[in-house]
Every structure is written in structure tokens, then in C-alpha cells.
């Protein structure tokens, strides 16, 4: 039972390249979250899902993109990555319920 | 949107001292949680309490959801409790966890 797994953990990156980031996970849960955290600062939310096939903007949504086509996949795209898009990005599960949020382990992105 | 605030923002401690961490919410919620991000980045949850009084081994948490804040208390303290300690709250009828901006804490031998 691995819980909440990213892939990456770890990338760099060339301005104006793109990526996808991989969270998956095996608790079945309904809601997923793509949070970015800057350093010294808190989490900020990108994007989530409530259910498989739904998407929905956060605070920060700008220059990424997400997919929720398996309810155990969802996924980061960075289109044409930007240096302000350096940060460590963490994606969360919930069940929907009034019940605990649980992290991957997180993904560190540098653009250069 | 739902506002979230953490005091203090920094904390240094000695070894074996006791604190208080507080989280104030602007609206009613209906889901809120404590988190420590530990020195390598990954985020543990340590509590769900929406309202009440909960403890786990040197840490406790309470939530008095009508005054619209919530308390983490940690005894004794320890070199491992280091880290940043966020709350986040869920508006009750909203979708989104909104995390506070958290407390750092350094607890020095």
C-alpha cells in the first residue's frame, strides 16, 4: 500500500520546455489536489479534482494545466515552463468526507 | 475565500519547553487539520479536528469552532519537533483544504 506517490521526485528544466507530473494513488479516494510551495512560504492550491473525469482552478492556476482520466491518476502539465514556476509541488488525496489529507512526498522543479 | 492565519510565525525553543501554535479562521468550518513539514519537506498530518480536544502522545489539539480558532500544543519538546507546522480548514459547503501560512519552529538542544 504505497499511499501517495509523485513522480519526479526531482527535475530541471529549460525555459519554455514542458512536463508532466504524475501523482497516483491507491486509497481510492474522490478528491486530489496539486498544491505549489515556495520557499518559506505555505501551500498554495494549483488545481483539484473531486472525482475522476473533473477538474476545477485554484488560487494559482496559471501555466499549468490538469487531467483526471483514471480517479487514481492526476496530472501536472507545464506547458512552456517559466523560472516563477520553480518550486516544490506536492499533490494531496482526500476522501471528500470530513476526514484527513494525505501528501505524496513531493517533487522539486527547477527552471532555469 | 475562507482567510487562515498562523501565530507566531517563528518559534525557538529549548529542548523540554512546552508551546501554544494557534490557527484563527475567518468563516465556520466544517474540516481542519494540523500538519508538521519536517526539515526534509515531507508533510505529516497530525491531527483532524473540526472541533473539540485531541491528543496524541506530547501533542495535543484543540478547535473551539464558534470563536473560530484552534490550538497545537506541544510538551516537552524535542529536537525532532522542528520543522513548520501548518493548519488547514475547509469551508463547510466548499471543496478546497486552505492552508495557513504556518509556524516555524526550532527547538535547540
Known amino acids: 500500500n504505497a499511499g501517495v506517490t509523485q513522480t519526479p521526485k526531482f527535475r530541471v528544466l529549460k525555459t519554455g520546455q514542458s512536463m508532466t507530473l504524475l501523482c497516483a494513488q491507491d486509497m481510492n479516494h474522490e478528491y486530489m489536489y496539486w498544491y505549489r510551495q515556495d520557499p518559506g512560504m505555505g501551500l498554495r492550491l494549483i488545481h483539484y479534482s473531486v472525482g475522476e473525469g473533473t477538474t476545477a482552478k485554484g488560487e494559482v492556476p496559471d501555466g499549468y494545466n490538469v487531467s483526471r482520466l483514471k480517479k487514481q491518476n492526476f496530472l501536472l502539465g507545464l506547458e512552456s515552463a517559466a523560472p516563477s514556476q520553480t518550486s516544490v509541488y506536492f499533490c494531496?488525496?482526500?476522501?471528500?468526507?470530513?476526514?484527513?489529507?494525505?501528501f505524496g512526498s513531493g517533487t522539486q522543479l527547477s527552471v532555469l | 475565500g475562507i482567510q487562515v492565519e498562523q501565530s507566531p510565525p517563528d518559534l525557538i525553543l529549548q529542548e523540554g519547553a512546552n508551546s501554544t501554535l494557534r490557527c484563527n479562521f475567518s468563516?465556520?468550518?466544517?474540516?481542519l487539520q494540523w500538519f508538521h513539514q519536517n526539515p526534509w519537506g515531507q508533510l505529516i498530518n497530525l491531527f483532524y479536528i473540526p472541533s473539540g480536544t485531541k491528543q496524541n502522545g506530547r501533542l495535543s489539539a484543540t478547535t473551539v469552532a464558534t470563536e473560530r480558532y484552534s490550538l497545537l500544543y506541544i510538551s516537552s519538546s524535542q529536537t525532532t519537533d522542528s520543522g513548520v507546522y501548518f493548519c488547514?480548514?475547509?469551508?463547510?459547503?466548499?471543496?478546497?483544504?486552505?492552508f495557513g501560512t504556518g509556524t516555524r519552529l526550532l527547538v535547540s538542544p
Open positions: 494531496a488525496t482526500f476522501t471528500g468526507r470530513n476526514e484527513k489529507l494525505f
Open positions: 488547514a480548514v475547509r469551508n463547510t459547503g466548499f471543496q478546497k483544504l486552505v
Open positions: 468563516d465556520s468550518v466544517n474540516n
